[in-house]
């Protein structure tokens, strides 16, 4: 027997505790310890909240803090079904973690009833694993990423093990689905352990689930077959399933301890564990089973006017839990019961990992200036902007790897993304068959990008950011979409955890997007998608910022300022073919710092009102703005143009809408108040809009990128979206009419040039001598 008499009822008591305090957080509003008889005035008018997962996530939480205990074990708790929210609600406030948090949420009776009411209640804590829940560093509320979070927690952080709660519903996910092979990226000496909890009970809101309705066999095979080992801990009677979960838990935390000390790629441990949805709940409600069934999944019992007889089967209920034993007079739990928790930093809820800005570290940051390209002259010389940025970020790499904080993933893009700079000093984790012909895999290394999978990449990146590292993430841009969803997750619990003054800030969030929408001639149509801006710009102004830097000196200056940054989600367009470099490295790093100015260099309006605003954002669209100056400069040299880039994008937006937008008086100044703006921009033209529609300004015209495209050349790419110079000269002509005669012969000849240009290409398979080879030159 692992557990002695006096443990077992220990444990099942302190279970009966969680479960209580777990019901009383859906139902009570009152009355916490029912010293009296239950009235509906004591049930909350508005009953919401999800039994069903949350009495198997407090059997799982009170075992796991008897194996800490017994093992001195550095451990934090992952609830991937996360609706489960009572649970850990209840288990950090019997440990105490959460009054030390919330002192007004106190350890007696006037502290339980602040804990229930507050439960789904308006103003108060929402019903999954939040950001408000000491100890979580994953809400839960949308389902799939919790096995990608753990694997991320745990990259570096040797003595740590996460044990991840996998709810069978969440297991159904296609990110969990893939999450089960991300063993095979872990080093057993320096990263941690993840011990995956996969809870069958059986049921989703009103289906069954998939693992729980295959044989035991097929689910062994199919765990079996990703590379783990599976114990099963299987039944409804609490005696026996103690035991159960104790001797299964001795025996996969000293396989994790073993393997540690292992250099080949162990068969980890996990835990199946299969109990009824509900379990302890309602059996029967008006006639039909509850516990069980998916009946159970969110509130098993109905209590309100319209069923008054339900408040005495919840008393019934409640009291099966026998709170007079686990409870004193004054509403704590008893002394006996409390020493069942762990103490100090080992309690789960109070894991320094879990607030991970507590451990948070600045990283070694190289002079990226020593990086820079030389540029004699604006468009002088042509260079690929990611591979210069790569070089930059192998620095970084380097001069972090004893502090082992800082790692780039990605979906097998980065040596396609030109960073391959990176494996001159470290390699791809991988841990699984390597061949002779394979390049810089190694069982270490600060570069996780050898899966496929934009799910993992992120969940992994998340799980290492929210426990107190750094890195960034690197991906083609059109493919980034796949993780919206993720992203919009994460920024929301940046927003959250900002408003919590005990949450420590933690390092942002950085994307990388190249390969973008235009310089995908040889990938074609599927692979042109800048959408992911409009959606980034959604979240709140005080956590997204976006950069699209026009070349690579922008590019190393906007980079060092992400990986300085705190608390933010950072996007950066950059792409990676050759173009034009336009600026010094001592004029980008003003330009950055600023985020959009004139470039008086390109511009010829000195001492004068502009006739025409010229401005662009990203590297392509400043191309060709620029090649249409030059056009439009020789042909009709008394056109006062002005030339405004832009990198922040968010400095279009109102300084009263975001931290990083302009003043009014500022966009006057740079965009006038009356004259047209002809705005070129890297990704769709509603997304100026709607960042602009406030503006004195409304003589606005935006060129991006309009859901054209095919497998040809990147500048034919520029005219199907009416982006290239020849479109942007004509459009300059048609809203300046001052120009007459002279603009109505240009205009013709750029129409002969568009024509001339749909010729060659037929013809050559290439674009005009005069497109390849030009040069800024005034």
Not at 10 to 22: E, F, G, Q, V
């Amino acid at each position: 027997m692992t557990l002695t008499p006096e443990q077992l009822h220990k444990i099942d008591a302190y279970w009966r505790a969680a479960n209580y305090l777990s019901v009383g957080q859906i139902y009570l509003y009152d009355n916490p310890l029912l010293k009296e008889p239950l009235k509906l005035s004591h049930v909350k008018p508005l009953v919401v909240g999800h039994w069903g997962t949350t009495p198997g996530q407090n059997f799982i939480y009170v075992h796991l803090n008897r194996i800490i205990k017994k093992y001195d074990l550095n451990m934090f708790y992952i609830s991937g079904p996360g609706h489960g929210g009572p649970a850990l609600v209840s288990h950090t406030y019997l440990e105490g973690t959460y009054s030390e948090i919330y002192p007004d949420i106190s350890q007696d009776e006037a502290g339980l009833k602040k804990l229930f009411k507050q439960f789904s209640f308006p103003g108060g804590i929402s019903s999954h694993v939040a950001p408000t829940t000491p100890g979580s560093i994953h809400e839960g509320g949308e389902l799939g990423y919790s096995l990608s979070h753990a694997f991320g927690a745990v990259f570096d952080n040797p003595d740590l093990i996460v044990a991840c709660i996998i709810g069978d519903g969440e297991a159904e996910t296609g990110p969990l689905a893939t999450a089960w092979q991300s063993n095979k990226f872990l080093n057993p000496i320096n990263d941690g352990a993840v011990l995956p909890i996969l809870h069958l009970n059986g049921y989703k809101i009103s289906n069954p689930t998939l693992f729980a309705r295959i044989d035991h066999e097929e689910l062994e095979q199919f765990l079996r077959g990703c590379g783990w080992t599976p114990y099963f801990v299987e039944g409804d009677e609490p005696e026996k399933m103690h035991e159960l979960m104790a001797t299964t838990l001795d025996k996969a935390v000293e396989e994790i301890l073993r393997s540690k000390n292992g250099t080949s790629r162990p068969r980890w441990p996990m835990i199946i564990l299969r109990s009824p949805k509900g379990w302890t709940g309602p059996k029967v409600v008006d006639g039909l089973k509850v516990e069980g069934t998916f009946r159970s999944h969110q509130v098993p019992l109905l209590v309100n006017a319209e069923h008054p007889e339900h408040v005495q089967q919840l008393e019934s209920w409640m009291k099966s839990y026998k709170p007079e034993e686990l409870f004193d007079e004054q509403g704590r739990l008893i002394a006996e019961l409390r020493e069942l928790a762990p103490e100090g930093s080992k309690r789960m809820g109070a894991n320094p990992h879990t607030n991970g800005g507590m451990l948070l570290r600045d990283l070694a940051m190289p002079d990226f200036r020593i990086h820079a390209v030389e540029v004699p002259a604006p468009g002088a010389i042509a260079v690929e902007d990611t591979r210069v940025l790569g070089k930059f970020l192998r620095d970084v790499a380097l001069l972090n790897q004893e502090q082992r904080n800082f790692r780039i993933f990605g979906p097998d893009e980065t040596v396609s993304n030109l960073l391959g700079a990176v494996f001159e000093v470290t390699s791809r984790q991988w841990d699984a068959l390597e061949v002779q012909e394979d390049e810089f895999l190694d069982p270490a290394g600060r570069v996780l990008d050898a899966m496929l999978s934009e799910h993992q990449c992120q969940g992994w990146l998340e799980g290492y950011l929210l426990t107190g590292r750094h890195g960034l993430f690197n991906s083609y841009e059109a493919f980034i979409r796949i993780v919206d969803s993720m992203f919009s997750q994460h920024a929301k619990w940046l927003k959250v955890t900002s408003e919590l003054p005990w949450r420590r800030k933690i390092a942002s969030l950085n994307y990388l997007l190249s390969s973008h929408v235009w310089q995908q001639d040889h990938n074609g149509f599927t692979h042109q998608d800048p959408g992911f801006l409009d959606h980034v710009i959604n979240k709140k102004a005080d956590i997204v910022r976006v950069y699209l830097p026009p070349d690579a000196n922008c590019l190393l200056s906007v980079f060092d300022h992400c990986l300085r940054t705190r608390h933010y989600v950072n996007v950066v367009v950059a792409g990676k073919h050759a173009l034009p470099q336009w600026l010094s490295m001592e004029a980008a790093a003003i330009h950055c710092t600023e985020g959009i100015a004139i470039w008086p260099w390109a511009s010829n309006d000195q001492g004068v009102e502009p006739d025409v605003v010229m401005a662009c954002c990203g590297d392509t669209p400043t191309l060709e703005i620029l090649a249409a100056v030059s056009i439009l400069r020789q042909y009709l040299p008394e056109l006062k143009i002005r030339v405004v880039n832009v990198v922040d994008l968010m400095k279009l937006q109102s300084d009263s809408e975001h931290p990083h937008g302009l003043s009014d008086r500022d966009y006057d100044s740079l965009f006038t108040k009356d004259k047209h703006i002809i705005f070129a921009f890297h990704g769709y033209p509603t997304l100026v809009h709607r960042l602009t529609y406030r503006r004195n300004n409304r003589n606005l015209h935006v060129r991006g990128y309009k859901e054209e495209g095919t497998i040809t050349t990147a500048f034919d790419i520029r005219v199907q979206n009416d982006l290239d110079r020849f479109h942007l000269v004509q459009d300059v002509i048609d809203r300046v009419p001052e120009l007459g005669t002279q603009g109505a012969y240009l205009k013709q000849m750029m129409q002969d040039k568009l024509i001339e240009h749909k010729h060659y290409i037929d013809k050559h398979g290439q674009d005009l001598p005069e497109v390849r080879n030009w040069k800024w030159k005034i």
